[in-house]
């Protein structure tokens, strides 16, 4: 799988001015609508625990999820709560791990967290799976586009780096 651009650290991200010392978040952006939601905790599980072991802490949205609202609410400020947090809490992260491997699934809330990331410019990377990688609107947005996640998350390591471990023990 070819990349968008290169996994080597840029000076251009903010992660590269900060003091503190706390692993790089990423934020853990893949299909949710319409999927199994034990699955969908599987997977986050497993994908934390490897960033973990990469030095990197997953921010998992679906874990904090906005306030409930009542039932009785209109579906519309419902969605707008949804996207409002999301957009809030990707804010916040330094950088985005992208899960685009579900054949033929239409990618909309993955495809808008990663413009905003991009007008942001918070680094998106993104594993496709056996999904089509010929897709220039994804290249242009992602910094690196793969097929497996264990590359995207190699990726995310070179270019943020793992906390050192002098730093974590602090």
Known sequence: ??????CSSGAAHPLERR???VPPRIYFARAIDGEDTVAAQVLASVVASELEQAGLLMVDPIVSGPTQLDTDVDVRLRYHSIV????AVLRRCDAVLMDMSLPNRNYIG????MTYAYLWNIPCVVYL?????NRPWLHYHAVAVFEFRK???ACLTRRLGPLAPTAREN
């Open 129 to 133: 799976g056996r999904s089509n990688p």
């Open 151 to 153: 590359d995207a998350i």
């Open 84 to 87: 409002d947090h999301d957009l």
């Open 19 to 21: 003091s503190v010392q």
């Open 110 to 113: 993955c495809v808008c967290e």
């Open 1 to 6: 799988m070819t990349e968008a651009s290169s």
